[in-house]
């Protein structure tokens, strides 16, 4: 079966460190792969995507970025951290486009 | 974009009660979810939904795409359905970006 881990599960930065969260998918190949981010309130909200290798879409231009550097790998990066960037970032994985979704555990970020 | 609206947005039951989410969507959809968020953040599949009625155990789903809804029913609640109830979809013009709505935020009281 497929599986989808996420770490760290919390997080504490000062503002202006290096953020980097990681994803990896097990049990599928050539998944489709999102970072979502959770603000306050409870609404998510799409920030990049990838269909492949090196492939990345972003949805909200801000102070992130992503990179795959393998198939089942995803990684959310900032160079330096603003107060903003604090929620909780959810990654998450589909056989394809226009399938069924699923969610690693979050990570939750708070940025001081 | 595709608006996404969710009610109610809190609802307090007695344990066994039954209740009914309702999502309401303002265009037309490639595919729907229901997801529960746990207390620990995690968002559970509940239902992949874009059309017709689904049933687990005690929870059950009904989209109806062409009037734009879909409805997700818990019977007999348990404390443990307490949570945060969201919808999500992809829109006719999208094939990777889920819209969420706001969610349901359900407690049930032992």
């Known amino acids: 079966s497929q599986t989808i881990h996420q770490w760290p599960a919390t997080l504490v930065q000062p503002v202006g460190s290096p953020l980097s969260l990681e994803c990896t998918v097990e049990?599928?190949?050539?998944?489709?792969l999102y970072w979502y981010r959770q603000a306050a309130g409870r609404g998510l909200q799409l920030l990049f995507y990838?269909?492949?290798?090196?492939?990345i879409s972003s949805e909200v231009p801000q102070n992130l970025s992503a990179s795959r550097p393998q198939d089942r790998q995803f990684i959310l990066s900032s160079k330096k951290l603003l107060l903003s960037d604090s929620g909780f970032y959810l990654c998450?994985?589909?056989?394809?486009?226009?399938?069924?979704?699923?969610f690693g555990q979050g990570t939750r970020l708070t940025v001081v | 974009g595709i608006q996404v609206e969710q009610s109610p947005p809190d609802l307090i039951l007695q344990e066994g009660a039954n209740s009914t989410l309702r999502c309401n969507f303002s265009?037309?959809?490639?595919?729907l979810q229901w997801f529960h968020q746990n207390p620990w953040g995690q968002l559970i599949n509940l239902f992949y939904?874009?059309?017709g009625t689904k049933q687990n155990g005690r929870l059950s789903a009904t989209t109806v795409a062409t009037e734009r809804y879909s409805l997700l029913y818990i019977s007999s609640s348990q404390t443990t359905d307490s949570g945060v109830y969201f919808c999500?979809?992809?829109?006719?013009?999208?094939?990777?970006?889920?819209?969420f709505g706001k969610g349901t935020l359900l407690t049930v009281n032992p």
């Open positions: 049990g599928t190949s050539n998944p489709n």
């Open positions: 939904i874009p059309s």
């Open positions: 265009d037309s959809v490639n595919n």
């Open positions: 998450a994985w589909s056989r394809g486009l226009n399938t069924e979704a699923f």
């Open positions: 999500a979809v992809l829109d006719g013009g999208s094939n990777y970006k889920l819209t």
């Open positions: 990838s269909v492949g290798i090196g492939q």
